[in-house]
């Protein structure tokens, strides 16, 4: 059975208050009803977790970040277990904005072993700067090859035991909150090279690799007609809950 497409929504540090929050997890619940071939997420702040959790009736929950300390004295940091008592079932690693505030692969695959330990569903960002691709899809998918395996590093082939779904999300850095996407043909180049790494590296038959940076319901269909693009991760339009359901829609 083909796996269900992926429709990731990461709201970063946005909307400003809990009520905006409330509105647009209601409405983005509601649109997600009756969608069969869906799996609808959104990844909210952690303050607004829990409120969005009691809206979440049709979408799961994503946190946006995950600490890989279990307890103590490490301000500011939300552990795995502190998620998973919020029904969150999948946390994003490695987004580029983390990456650009200087989390590196080490870090990062520290975070994807105590998110996979735990049981929640890792969503690995990955994707190249415009300078690498530049260079052409050979450089860029060296660049990427490395960011899987890093990140991974310890869960190949499932030998940290662990069951959990090991999403990527392939985003390349130029397109992603600044207006100009990918094109869905160059997009498969790489999301097909990932898929034979992850075949190569890991055990699941059942990892998804999504498309992020500049989804819009102008140009979503293009990626999400693709049989080979599992999903999207949408920032900006993911808190316009109107365009937001046009794209659920197109896979409605
Ligand atoms: P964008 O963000 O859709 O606004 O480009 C994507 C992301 O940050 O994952």
């Known amino acids: 059975m083909e796996a269900k497409k992926l429709i990731v929504g990461n709201w ?51 946190a946006q970040d995950v600490s890989w300390e279990e307890q103590g004295a ?13 029904n969150v079932e999948y946390v994003i690693v490695g987004h580029s904005e983390r990456r650009a505030m200087g989390e590196g692969d080490e870090v990062i695959n520290k975070k994807c072993s105590a ?23 050979g450089a860029a998918k060296k660049f990427v090859e490395k960011q899987i395996l890093e990140g991974l590093k310890g869960i190949e082939k499932g030998k940290d035991g662990n069951e959990g779904e090991v999403v990527i ?18 997009a498969v180049i790489m999301i097909c090279f990932i898929k034979s ?29 693709n049989g080979e693009i599992d999903g999207a991760l949408i920032g900006r339009i993911s808190l316009k809950f109107e365009a937001f359901g046009k794209i659920l829609k197109i896979l409605g």
């Open 12 to 62: 970063k540090m946005n909307p400003a208050t809990l009520k905006e929050a409330e509105e647009l997890a209601r409405r983005t619940d509601a649109d997600s009803k009756r969608l069969k071939n869906v799996e609808v997420v959104v990844a909210p702040p952690f303050p607004f977790l829990t409120d969005v959790r009691r809206m979440a009736k049709n979408i799961k929950l994503a």
């Open 169 to 186: 999300a392939y985003e390349p850095l130029w397109a992603v909150g600044t207006g100009t996407a990918d094109s869905p043909d160059d």
């Open 115 to 137: 998110a996979r330990r735990h049981g929640l569903n890792v969503i690995l960002c990955v994707g190249e700067s415009i300078d690498i691709r530049r260079k052409g899809f």
């Open 74 to 86: 490490f301000t500011g940091e939300v552990s795995p277990t502190m998620l998973l008592n919020l």
């Open 197 to 225: 790494i992850l075949d190569s590296i890991l055990r699941t038959s059942h990892s998804r690799v999504l498309y992020g940076g500049s989804v819009t319901p102008e140009n979503a269909r293009g990626f999400l007609e």
